[in-house]
């Protein structure tokens, strides 16, 4: 193909980050260049090596970082398809979100919310974005293998989270052979107003600049809730023991997001069995509900009120069910999960060792509103559905509403 001239790296680390044809674990600061650094990469990739397979790999759709790849590498795909005197129109897929270019070479957007689906291919190249927010078997079981008969490279870039699977990672790449650790903070970018930076810092506590603008690995996991692992250990229950007492928290969801019933065990102090599903209509979702109530027996079920929250509820107190609605706003939402903070602080609250559960709890992010008020809530692109509904059912059973 004929040459194109792709954008100036803005500094020589995110030069070596382009031009690498090695397994690069990167943790980066805060608008360092991540997504421009992987995105020329990958066109670098796909341009120079024919018939070569290279996956963008997001966290959803939905994510910011995965639409801003997106719209960059289709911008260079139509410059690269116009000097070629080529229509892009026809070298793109809006339906599989893929971009081909004459030499047989291909990149293909993919996302970490369903592992089994990047199952398969035969990848040269990959970028995997806000690696450490995404399940460890992401990379374990599903692109790991992909890379054993091509030999190909690849860069896990994101902020560190504690020290989580991609923390090991990156850990094991400073002696491994192949394979490079990198960190870049903030301001390692020169195109960052020192002002800007100064506003974005002040607007973090002292751990979330630590993490978020210099990559500092921050001891524990999770910034919103600590202990985590140490409170993991909670049996898996599917039906009630002899004497016992359950609270249920109940968030509601329809398509994007999920419904979630969270059982704790009262007297125990233990989260026990979730019920997590989504894509059904409401009668449905009522029906399921009412089925757990005759499993279980709840003595309460602490329930989002809010939106179609609030008639679901009704109806299911019209039912006979022990439903006490709960306004989810900024300031109770506050409360119940800085509740729930405590429980894992002084680790008096144990949860099961479940993956969903325990990915959701370390990916919970508190930004602070202009008002100076701590806000919580998942990144985006994620959910925080049975971080709410075990938030909730804890509530339950907090020291003002005690059985």
């Not at 929250?309 to 006490?324: F, T």
Request: charge should be negative; charged fraction near 25%; aromatic fraction near 10%.
């Amino acid at each position: 193909m004929a040459s194109y001239k792709l954008d100036a790296p803005h500094s020589p680390g995110q030069r070596l980050l382009i031009e690498s044809t090695s397994m690069d674990v990167c943790f980066a600061g805060r608008r360092w260049g991540k997504t421009h650094a992987g995105t020329q990469r990958l066109l670098k990739s796909a341009f120079t090596v024919p018939d070569s397979i290279n996956w963008w790999i997001g966290l959803s759709s939905k994510a910011a970082s995965y639409l801003h790849a997106w719209s960059e590498l289709k911008k260079h795909h139509e410059g690269i398809m116009k000097k070629l005197k080529l229509d892009p129109r026809e070298w793109r897929s809006y339906v599989t979100n893929e971009l081909r270019f004459p030499n047989g070479s291909a990149i293909q957007m993919k996302t970490a919310e369903n592992p089994e689906s990047l199952a398969g291919a035969a990848v040269d190249a990959f970028v995997f974005d806000e690696f450490t927010m995404a399940r460890e078997r992401v990379w374990t079981e599903q692109l790991a293998p992909t890379m054993i008969t091509t030999g190909g490279h690849g860069l896990f870039i994101g902020v560190p989270k504690g020290n989580n699977w991609a923390t090991k990672l990156w850990r094991y790449a400073k002696p491994a052979d192949g394979w490079n650790q990198l960190s870049f903070k903030t301001l390692d970018n020169p195109m960052i107003k020192l002002a800007n930076y100064e506003i974005m810092r002040e607007s973090m506590p002292l751990l979330m600049q630590q993490q978020e603008l210099q990559a500092e690995i921050i001891a524990g996991r999770g910034l919103v809730f600590r202990n985590i692992i140490e409170c993991t250990g909670a049996p898996w229950q599917e039906s009630p023991a002899p004497r016992s007492v359950y609270v249920a928290g109940l968030d509601w969801g329809k398509q994007n997001d999920y419904t979630v019933l969270t059982v704790i065990d009262v007297l125990k102090r233990e989260c026990i069995y979730y019920d997590r599903f989504n894509a059904m209509d409401y009668p449905a979702q009522l029906e399921r509900i009412r089925k757990q109530q005759g499993i279980w027996g709840f003595q309460r079920i602490i329930a989002e009120s809010n939106a179609m929250g609030g008639p679901l509820c009704d109806q299911l107190a019209r039912d006979g069910l022990p439903i006490e609605p709960f306004d989810m706003n900024q300031t109770s939402k506050r409360e119940i999960i800085e509740l729930l903070q405590v429980a894992f602080e002084t680790e008096t609250f144990k949860i099961p060792s479940d993956e969903l559960l325990i990915d959701e709890l370390e990916t919970m992010e508190m930004n602070l509103t202009k008002t100076g008020f701590p806000q919580y809530g998942a990144p985006n692109g994620l959910h925080d559905d049975m971080c709410m509904s075990l938030a909730l059912a804890h509530w339950g059973i907090a020291y003002n509403y005690r059985i």
